[in-house]
């Protein structure tokens, strides 16, 4: 093929991923940021020698790291250091009581016949059933569903799929504690999901994790994303800082390069937009292009919570706790932070906490004696019209308290540095619609076929990598994403 030049738009996972592959085999790329540095969504905080992860913590399928690695003849252990994570979550209940998650099947065994023992068969089967689901052969790479006919060839599939059970519904024809069922069910929530609404191919996940691990990079997320951007400044690509693109330039249908915010133009063969998708059909694309991607259609879809963030450092270490790396907290009812976050639309204090503690894996990212953290609580998305100019500093001061009260004594007189964000950081600096955190859910009606495609319907040499598009979110989906539009560009 001739090469091609390429204008990416956001230099994120999706971003650079197929940056890498399209430069690896010739292309001439270029990518665009608004921000001051690369990562898009997973943005580097770094005050006073604490460094805070802005994006994914816990990075799971390295095999798509490899791959997209290998594209260029590289490995990724020669750019970044990943190491395993073990457990992978320490989930707490109310009362202070921890499950931990972990490849490690007759530990969790154990774990399941102290706290439930009438749940340990039960819980042998679930492992069975899960072990069962059939996995891609090694460097099988999934096909992006862009034609209609991709939709019928897969109708059969989708029909079984449908009648399959939730995921909080698979785990119950196994479990019968509640706690354990939440234990075992909270995966979705990680990618902005709803565990009582969940395409059953989020099961793989939990498959590809007991397979593969959870893994975390030594300095934190930055040192995948700067091992990436060597990547790419190697294969002679050019990322542009500070650069917003505020136009997409169409001739005919076709997109023929961008407009930047400074008015000047580049030019290019091809676009990928690793923006928010409804961003890019409703900002950047001109209306009288938006003919099967119309804003009716994004109103209609339904989008994931959005999310209120801490991160904190401390002058003192925390090791004499019981916290673990990644610590799930799960106060009851569970079901009803589910129905206030995603239906309700209001604030559901401390029901569900995900507590990030680095520092017990990686000293670097903290002085010396100190302590990084982040918590990330689940919120509604910016449908619910909370004022949170208004309310951000009463809802740090809630979770605060809590983790003061059960996990952290005396946290708040030793927080030394601390940055939060709310719901306005992801509508207004990361553009994405209404704030959601994770783009449109991961339900069965907007999955597959059903999602926005990786190759637009209105402009033909548009192309789209991200949460918001094929497969969905999460790290492992990102990068797929990434490799289907290498696919669907070099088909």
Not at 261 to 279: E, M, P, R
Not at 332 to 337: F, S, T
Not at 387 to 407: A, C, G, K, M, P
Request: hydrophobic fraction near 40%.
């Amino acid at each position: 093929m001739k090469p091609k030049k390429i204008v990416i738009i956001g230099s994120g996972f999706g971003g650079l991923s197929v940056g890498c592959l399209l430069a690896a085999r010739g292309h001439q790329v270029e990518i665009f940021e608004k921000r001051d540095q690369p990562g898009g969504r997973a943005y580097t905080y770094t005050f006073n020698q604490f460094t805070f992860d802005g994006g994914p913590s816990v990075i799971t399928g390295p095999n798509l790291l490899e791959k997209i690695f290998k594209a260029a003849g590289k490995k990724p252990s020669d750019y970044f250091q990943l190491v395993p994570v073990n457990p992978f979550y320490r989930i707490f209940n109310s009362e202070g009581v921890f499950f931990d998650y972990s490849n490690n099947i007759p530990q969790m065994q154990a774990q399941v016949a102290q706290l439930s023992p009438g749940d340990a068969a039960g819980f042998k089967k679930l492992m069975e059933a899960l072990t069962a689901i059939p996995s891609k052969k090694p460097g099988e790479l999934p096909a992006p569903q862009t034609r209609m006919l991709d939709l019928f060839k897969n109708a059969p599939a989708l029909i079984k799929l449908g009648n399959e059970p939730d995921l909080y519904e698979f785990v119950s024809q196994f479990i019968q504690d509640e706690f354990l069922k939440h234990a075992l069910s909270f995966h979705p929530l990680l990618i902005g999901s709803n565990p009582f609404n969940t395409h059953p191919e989020l099961l793989m996940n939990m498959k590809m994790e007991l397979e593969t691990g959870v893994f975390y990079p030594i300095g934190g997320t930055k040192s995948i994303i700067a091992g990436m951007v060597k990547l790419f400044n190697e294969l002679k690509g050019k990322i542009h800082l500070n650069t917003e693109v505020d136009q997409i330039i169409t001739q005919r249908g076709r997109a023929t390069g961008v407009r930047l915010k400074d008015q000047s133009i580049v030019q290019a063969d091809l676009i990928i937009s690793n923006a928010d998708t409804v961003h890019t059909y409703q900002s950047l694309i001109a209306p009288a292009l938006q003919k099967k991607n119309r804003n009716q259609r994004f109103k209609n879809m339904e989008y994931s919570f959005s999310l209120f963030v801490i991160y904190f450092g401390t002058k003192r270490r925390y090791t004499d706790t019981n916290l673990a790396h990644h610590n799930i907290i799960l106060n009851a009812p569970y079901k009803k932070l589910i129905e206030d976050i995603f239906y309700r639309k209001r604030l559901s204090p401390n029901s569900f906490l995900y507590l990030h503690m680095p520092t017990l894996t990686d000293a670097t990212i903290a002085p010396e004696g100190s302590e990084s953290f982040y918590v990330m609580s689940p919120v509604p998305n910016l449908q619910s019209k909370l004022d949170w100019t208004q309310i951000s500093r009463s809802y740090r001061d809630q979770i605060l308290d809590y983790l003061e009260e059960h996990f952290l004594p005396d946290i708040k007189a030793n927080i030394v540095v601390e940055h939060h964000l709310t719901p306005l950081h992801f509508d207004q600096t990361l553009n994405s619609y209404l704030g959601a955190a994770y783009g449109a859910q991961n339900i069965p009606q907007q999955s597959n076929w059903f999602r926005p495609h990786n190759q637009s319907e209105d402009i033909r040499n548009l192309y789209f990598v991200g949460a918001g598009t094929q497969p969905g979110a999460g790290l492992p989906a990102v990068l797929y994403s990434a490799l289907f539009v290498d696919q669907l560009i070099n088909k």
